[in-house]
């Protein structure tokens, strides 16, 4: 029996037991191993101590359940992505529900504040550049969003961004607008966060375990979740998270009933300067983003914090996260990281007149379309998901940590979460060897590249109509859906080359694309 039992009990749909006895029966490919003895029990464990899964475990304390137990494989917190780091906070996002999550992550950071849990979070407001009316365009879109959402932001003109960054710090003559949001800010440091998490779900009844590896996730006779093994043994629960970051595709395999999850790692940098001598930065300015140079820009410690995202993302780890891989950074990687400094140079020429303190080359979870991964597993009752944060998993985990909450407690959220939905995800994501390798490149680039006509070159005609091959000269344009190629419009010029291009989108791969055709012939992994 469980030891504590929640003053709210999950709903009939998400309750995991059914008459379960000491010695579980379970199914799959393998039980349970008879000399394992069950060590413990809580109602809900969750698999990773980053910043999310200590927000989901604050966020489930809240909601009124004492049975929360956080396992963690490193020997501290926040080891995988989260200690690397940059704190950044912004809240308005080309997605309506990535918008709404974000914003929570504003109001939970001032509520664990009130609380006397210092978050480190600090308002410096943002500042989205524009040099060219097409992204004069995405901001202008993503005011919208924000007045949609009560997020309060401003559209500038050249004039009034000297007002927020003084033009000896910053070049502006080839600006012709930016958007300034004043709520944004970032973090004093990345553990803040994660650790007022941390605290405050302690403080309720949530305990965590150091240094416990995930060995499996067993299911009962039903096929729902009832234990986590351990190399102690057994833990039985009602319902397991899945946060494991850059862990979680790997600790997806290790179900009974084998969890699909697509999501990859690449290299991401960032660079951290010396102070400047005249102490000019010393002010905090707001934290600075030129997505079409490539970078974003915060003050830090009297210097300059340089960081983005280059064209083609550099895929680590394809055939899986080497072990122990805690606490530990990649190497240098200067060609990559180069585009990102030569643009940072052009709008802060002062930057090469700082010398570098430090530089960082980190791993960041990527998935297919660069949004996260969230829900519950079909098919598989009381197993959730919340990884594949794409970079800005600080930024979204107050709002996904009190999503998740909700889930596993009431069955359903506030937030309309169908755009971010584990089950948008078909075996063809995960069952194609190279699907995540040739689609991470792209999706990396999402992120400064954003916008709903996008369309992604790689990982096309997986799922084909009956029709495709008649259909391939008559000078169509193809869209996908998931993994299946469909028909997008006729294009009136006859060239078989002729592809269909909307307007500050990506060109819509086709028949007739270098991407390499990829077979819908699933794997047996």
């Known amino acids: ?63 009124g359940c004492k049975s929360v137990l956080l396992l963690e494989q490193g020997a501290s917190v926040g080891c995988g992505t989260t200690w690397h780091s940059v704190g950044l906070i912004s809240q308005l996002r080309q997605f309506e529900a990535l918008t709404q999550l ?16 210092p978050s480190g979070f600090v308002n410096y407001g943002s500042l989205s550049l524009a040099e060219s009316s097409a ?35 910053m070049l502006t003559d080839d600006l012709i607008g930016a958007l300034y949001t004043p709520s944004d800010g970032a973090l004093s440091s990345p553990m803040d966060l994660t650790n007022a ?13 150091l240094g416990t590896h995930v060995r499996r996730v067993h299911l009962n006779m039903d096929g729902r979740v009832a234990s986590v093994e351990t190399p102690k043994g057994l833990i039985e629960c009602e319902a397991f998270v899945n946060a494991a970051g850059q862990w979680a595709r790997q600790l997806g395999r290790r179900c009974t009933e084998r969890v699909r999850i697509p999501l990859g790692s690449c290299e991401h940098f960032a660079m951290f300067t010396q102070p400047a001598e005249d102490d000019s930065i010393t002010k905090a300015f707001p934290v600075v983003r030129n997505n079409e140079r490539l970078f974003y820009v915060r003050e830090w410690q009297g210097g300059l914090c340089v960081g983005g995202f280059e064209p083609t993302g550099k895929v680590v780890f394809p055939t899986g ?11 240098e990687d200067n ?97 194609h060897p190279a699907f995540i390798v040739n689609r991470l490149p792209e999706s990396y680039n999402a992120l400064i590249n954003p916008g709903p006509k996008n369309q992604f070159n790689t990982g096309r005609q997986l ?32 060239s078989p080359k002729t ?3 909307p307007a500050g989108a990506r060109t819509a791969g086709r028949s007739g694309s270098t991407s390499p055709r990829l077979s819908t012939a699933r794997s047996s992994g």
């Open 335 to 431: 060609k990559q990281f180069e585009p990102i400094v030569r643009g940072a140079n052009h709008r802060f020429p002062m930057l090469s007149k700082l010398g570098v303190r430090s530089s960082i080359n980190g791993p960041e979870t990527f998935t297919p379309d660069a949004q996260p991964i969230f829900g519950e597993v079909p098919d598989i009752p009381g197993y959730f998901v919340a990884a594949g944060l794409n970079s800005v998993g600080i930024s979204l985990s107050g709002g996904l940590g009190a999503s998740m909450a909700e889930l596993v407690m009431n069955g359903k959220t506030q937030v309309d979460t169908t755009s971010i939905d584990v089950r948008r995800f078909v075996p063809q994501h995960t069952d």
């Open 197 to 209: 998490y941390l605290s405050a779900a302690k403080a309720k009844g949530a305990e965590i375990r």
């Open 463 to 494: 799922i084909v109509s009956a029709l495709h091959e008649a259909q391939r000269s008559t000078g169509l344009c193809w869209s996908r859906r998931r993994t299946a190629t469909s028909t997008r419009c006729f294009t009136t010029i006859r």
């Open 1 to 63: 029996m469980l030891r504590a039992i929640c003053s709210r009990r999950l709903p009939p749909a998400a309750r995991r037991w059914s008459a379960v006895t000491s010695q579980a029966r379970f199914v799959g490919s393998r039980p349970a191993e008879p000399s394992l003895s069950v060590i413990d029990s809580a109602q809900v464990v969750v698999c990773g101590a980053g910043v999310t899964g200590c927000s989901i475990a604050y966020h489930l304390t809240e909601l």
């Open 102 to 117: 974000a914003k929570q992550t504003v109001q939970t950071c001032k509520q664990l504040d009130d609380k006397g849990f």
């Open 321 to 331: 996260v080497p072990p122990n891989f805690e606490n530990q950074l990649l190497p």
């Open 135 to 169: 992204t004069m365009h995405s901001l202008e879109r993503l005011k919208a969003m924000g007045d949609a959402h009560k997020i309060e932001s401003h559209l500038l003109g050249p004039s009034e961004i000297q007002r927020l960054v003084p033009s000896s710090l």
């Open 499 to 501: 592809r269909c291009r």
